[in-house]
């Protein structure tokens, strides 16, 4: 592979209306570009939903306005992240951002809309790529769930076969599995497509080859690192059983070392927050022991009976703090460690493995890191202000830069 696509995620700011929308992807995307010191600086762009509604009243216009926005300012985009819907920057989001799921018409008319605005940024002959939610949240999913969400996905490959056909570009569609939802491991997502994808491309009148080329998955290095999976096992599973990597997503998991003194609880602490689902997993000689949230293992006594339930009287007691834990909360991919603490550590090595996995075997060419909680990480690493945002968002880049593997070149 002699070149990739490197960007971040654009869901990290606050965007709203068009009028909020190009004002901050006109002042962050030139002040990243300027301390990279790139000619073109790529944006990972996240559409809400309420901006897809304001631009369907005048698509022509507002394809035409972001073109030249984005040509105005130096900017390019190869890939839009379709996962959130509504405001991703409410006071509280939580298991919002699940909703709409791919059960429902909302959800297959935002993707597909969200589509055709980056189809109009993608040079013809170009790829692009968006990145989408695992179907649903798992809590009261159900086979049903999964066979409409495939016939809707089937839908979405007609449209994007469609694309190809009027305007010459492949936009490919990437689940990206995450934790607690209905596809969130390997193992999940090997299974729907075999047992719901696969038949339901068949009814549709799909082709493997169209299933294959605009369907894939958007593999995000923090949820998997969360459920203990190893990278490089995964994505070699995936490429041998026919799923493309559309997208990866570049990201670090919150790591808590073994600490069964409870000395890091203060520390622990300040990363419970209202605003994101903060997943945890704990891995024990029994298996991996699941929180939906933070907040619900920090608020229970930490021992287990070994089947997973409170320990009570004669059971076998499993203390959860004398193993490590795996929280999805995105933490810059630079550091290794938060706090100043050897107790608070990051997943940064499983992001560097699967990326440099990827790139050397070829598995994927569409990067974005995706570090969208500054504004609510404990508050000595939060940035200060919109510049300090600016470079915090550039260091991660040049962090990627400077691990890319020698002879290929970023954003050639």
Known sequence: MKNLALTYCTNVHPLGDWATWSDIIGRFGPAIRAELGWKTQPMGLWFPAALIEEMSRDPQNARQRLKSLLSENNLSAFTCNAFPYGNFHDAVVKTKVYRPDWTTPERLAYTVACARLLSSLVPVGGEGSVSTLPLGWRIGWSED?????????CAFIREARSLRESEGISLRLG???????????????????????????NRAGVSPDDLADFCG?????CHQAVQ??????????????GIRIVKM????????????????????RQFVEDRFLHQTRVRTPAGIVSFDDLPEVLAGSGT??????????????IDLWEHPWRVHFHLPIDSRSLLDSPAVTTTRDDMLKAYRHAVDK????????????????PQAHRPKDDADLARCIARELRFIEAHT????IPNA
């Not at 969130?184 to 696969?198: G, K, M, N, P």
Request: with cysteine.
């Open 145 to 153: 769930h999964s066979r409409k969400s495939a016939e809707n996905l």
């Open 362 to 377: 070829g598995l994927c060419r569409h990067f974005e890191v995706e570090t969208y909680t500054w504004s609510v990480l």
């Open 405 to 408: 593997p020698t002879g290929t």
């Open 175 to 201: 689940l990206e599995p995450e934790p607690g939802c209905a596809l969130e491991t390997i193992d999940q997502v090997l299974a729907f497509w075999d047992a719901h994808l696969r038949p339901a491309a």
């Open 217 to 221: 998955i958007c593999y995000d290095t």
């Open 249 to 268: 997503q570049l990201s670090s998991a919150l790591e808590f070392k073994p600490d069964p003194d409870r000395s890091s609880l203060e520390l622990r």
């Open 228 to 241: 203990f999976e190893d990278a490089v096992e995964v994505l070699d599973r995936l490429r041998a059983a």
């Open 304 to 317: 287990l009976a070994a089947g997973g339930a409170p320990s009570g009287a004669g059971s076998p007691a």
